[in-house]
């Protein structure tokens, strides 16, 4: 696998100028060396309970003896899946075997009778949390989806109409959206929406089901119509039960850039695809949308004493969480390349923001946490962050 040359728009030099093309080349070829050569290979050895047909939850590098937690949760499955799938592509040893493993995982020990998949389980694998979460349910059909273009399973096509049937029949919510869970829960939250169009997109394109793309273009209307608060040019995370966002004492509501960032990229996808099938799109609303959500995030989401993506804001600009997690330097990275038009920061820069995360004593590995002083020493690295780090600078050979 190759990273090319991308080309977005640096403020300070042209697309065309040596200096920049030379400055992105060193870059990618850099990300190539850390994720294909380094990150891959650590966690098909490390991160793979082989024994017990499972994954670690996460590896931790400064307490390698430390006792692992006592679960594993289906996103780890499903995520690890996606992840596997890409190795398995690139032509990493064990990978497709990984890619089986976390095939038998879900339909054996998460798929339960009822259609649904469980939530957590003991390091038995045996379930110990019967929740029907959507977040998950969306990475399960993800993985599943990329699961497809890796390996010869017949059955995968199958089992993708399974969940996506599941959240339709059991989880769709009469005032638009889909539940959170089962048993239902409040605060509703956009995350799982998004989450679940980019599942739907990567099905499509794996089975080629107008019913996924059915899905896509309920899920872009929902962000447009109800998600989206055009009046604060942002998107709140937490909703009541009417779609309403959760506000604070002072009218506020909490707002995540990484999360706007991603939206970015995938309403540009989700356009794409849909374009090439054919579909009309709302492209000025959609164009409109983008453009909010980028501006929003690049000129409030940014902490300009260090230039990375704040964890949490409010709809005013506040910051409401001052951290920076490693996921929303990843979305930058991604919205970057695909709109470099709108990007404040060239993605040769975004990604080098990306790597100063990367562990410089265990390649392959990563500061889950940045503080304002720098990496957050003593965590570990969890397996689902991996799912993040491998779209994003995958995402560099797609444009």
């Keep these: 696998m190759n990273f090319p040359h991308q080309t977005p728009n640096a403020p300070v030099a042209r697309r065309d100028e040596p200096v920049f093309a030379n400055v992105m080349n060193s870059t990618l070829a850099s990300a190539q060396n850390w994720l294909i050569d380094h990150s891959w290979p650590l966690w098909l050895h490390e991160g793979v309970d ?16 430390s006792p692992p937690p006592a ?83 017949g059955v995968l096509a199958r089992d993708a109409r399974g969940v996506l049937a599941f959240i339709d029949t059991h989880m769709t919510h009469p005032e638009g959206g889909y539940r959170e869970s089962l048993p239902d829960q409040l605060p509703r939250r956009q995350n799982p929406h998004m989450h679940l169009l980019e599942a739907v997109l990567a099905a499509y394109v794996s089975f080629a089901d107008p019913n996924y793309l059915d899905h896509a273009d309920m899920l872009v209307d929902l962000l447009l119509d109800r998600l989206l608060n055009h009046e604060a040019g ?16 002072e009218a506020r509501f909490p707002v995540e850039p990484g999360h706007h960032f991603e939206w970015v990229w995938l309403l540009d996808s989700y356009v794409r695809i849909a374009t090439d099938a054919g579909r009309p799109v709302r492209d000025i609303d959609i164009e409109s949308a983008i453009r909010v959500l980028m501006s929003t995030a690049e000129r409030r989401g940014i902490d300009p004493a260090n230039g990375l993506v704040l ?55 990563w500061h889950e946490r940045m503080g304002t002083d720098g990496p957050i020493a003593g965590l570990p690295a969890p397996a689902s962050s991996l799912y993040h780090l491998t779209c994003a600078l995958l995402e560099t050979t797609a444009i």
């Excluded at 942002?234 to 004492?249: H, S, W």
């Design 50 to 65: 082989w024994q017990a047909r499972a994954f670690h939850e996460s590896l931790h590098p400064d307490a390698p003896d």
């Design 311 to 365: 964890d949490v804001i409010t709809d005013d600009g506040a910051v409401h969480q001052r951290g920076f997690r490693i996921w929303p330097q990843t979305e930058r990275l991604k919205a970057a390349l695909r709109r470099p038009d709108l990007a404040r920061t060239d993605a040769a820069s975004c990604l080098a923001l990306l790597q100063s995360y990367f562990r410089a004593d265990r390649p392959g590995l």
């Design 71 to 153: 679960f594993r949760r289906l996103r780890v499955a499903a995520r690890q899946t996606y992840v596997f799938s890409h190795a398995a592509l690139a032509g990493l040893p064990r990978a497709h075997e990984a890619v089986e493993l976390g095939l038998a995982f879900l339909r054996t020990h998460a798929r339960q009778r009822d259609g649904g998949y469980a939530m957590r389980f003991g390091l038995d694998n045996a379930p110990i949390d019967q929740t029907r979460d959507l977040y998950d349910l969306a990475f399960v059909l993800f993985g599943y989806a990329h699961a497809a273009r890796a390996i010869d399973d």
């Design 234 to 249: 942002a998107l709140p995370e937490f909703f009541d039960e009417t779609l309403q966002p959760i506000r604070d004492p």
